[in-house]
């Protein structure tokens, strides 16, 4: 009676000697419920670039090319209204800043809002960027997930 139970014993520490270890899970990485907030230096650096990737969209859909004054990207106030609303934006101070963004329509009947404006931005930010030349996908341009850490 004791063989078999040896040999059950035998068996199942060869079994569990066979397993991989089980690497510990990596600690979650904070997420912001804000895509105009920056987390740390990397977040605000990539958030950056891809401001940048907006406004030069934003130029090449039409709108006026921005300037930059410091931590200011802004369209100049000599730029004519082309029908493309004016924008202020104010970069993110590393590590965990935010990013200011306003926009305005001068003219009065631009071809896009200033809150659609806003939420295109937000979807740039948010690394998923939508169209600004296309209606169709401008109207299904959701801002990102919002996210919150777990516990």
Same mark, same amino acid.
């Given at each position: 009676? =004791?063989?078999? &139970?040896? %040999?059950?014993?035998?068996?199942? +520490? ?12 990596? $600690?979650?990485? $904070? ?6 907030? /920056? *987390?740390? =230096?990397?977040? /605000?650096?990539? #958030?950056?670039?891809?401001?940048? %990737?907006? +406004? ?11 300037? =930059? #004054? ?16 004016? *924008? #202020? ?21 631009? =071809?896009?809002?200033?809150?659609? &404006? ?11 960027? /939508?169209?600004?030349?296309?209606? #169709?996908?401008?109207?299904?341009? +959701?801002? $990102? ?7």
């Amino acid at each position: 009676m =004791r063989l078999p &139970l040896m %040999m059950g014993f035998a068996l199942l +520490v060869a079994g569990c000697a066979g397993q991989p270890p089980v690497a510990p899970a990596p $600690p979650p990485e $904070p997420v912001s419920s804000d895509p105009q907030q /920056c *987390l740390d =230096r990397t977040d /605000c650096t990539t #958030k950056t670039s891809r401001t940048l %990737m907006f +406004v030069f969209d934003y130029a090449e859909a039409g709108g006026a090319l921005v300037q =930059r #004054k410091g931590a200011w990207l802004f369209t100049p106030s000599a730029a004519r209204p082309s029908g493309w609303p004016s *924008l #202020k934006i104010r970069l993110a101070d590393p590590p965990a800043g935010r990013f200011e963004f306003a926009s305005q329509c001068p003219a009065g009947d631009c =071809r896009i809002s200033e809150g659609d &404006l806003l939420r295109v931005y937000r979807s740039y930010l948010g690394g998923e960027p /939508c169209s600004l030349l296309d209606p #169709k996908t401008l109207a299904r341009c +959701v801002e $990102p997930e919002t996210l919150t850490p777990s516990p």
